[in-house]
């Protein structure tokens, strides 16, 4: 999130800022050549001067990517402001006390997002009852990505590590074991809810999480 991108920028939008470069550069000696009365002439420095100028609305663009979050800036990326805390469950693909015959283990969670222009973090955490006073285990993502879809909703993935609670019970009954995997999930613009599934690598698991955002 802190590393300056350009990975939300629709192509659109990056040729205009390309074109608002070179106008600001060549408008302002078209403007003072208009005052003078002069000839207007393209020199040499006035393209070599271009990259100069290129840097220095990189470098406030760099800065707004950090720090802003615009919801007019955001419309314009095609973009959501997708920060704040998400509660809900997760129905694990594991069965209570590892039985087929009964009903699989449901979980509370806990999201928070992080978001600037640059992209997005989540951090996370289990628990086994809804006041979530102990957690079973916790996560943080990376490499995350987000695109819209053409329904409006926002597809949103990323890769996690999960780091067990060694102190709580169901660390040794189940073998709540560190790992790794990948989670997709759809969020609703309207109804601020995300759902999808996550996918566990070492352990072979999945689930599936249903959230709302929560303030």
Known sequence: MNKFSFKYYPPPVLVYIVCIIISLRFGYNVLVNAALKNEFHIKIADVLSIPLLAGFVVGCLSLINRTVMWKGWLRILGLYDIRGTYIG???SSYHMEDNPRKPN????????????LNGFEIKGAFYNDKKMAQQSSYFTSSSEGMKKENDGSLRIHYFYSNKGDQLHPDNKKYGLNNHDGVCVLSYDPQTKQMEGYYFNHERASHGKLVLKLSK
């Open 89 to 91: 469950t997760v129905t």
């Open 105 to 116: 283990i449901k979980l509370y969670c806990k999201l928070i997002v992080v978001q600037n």
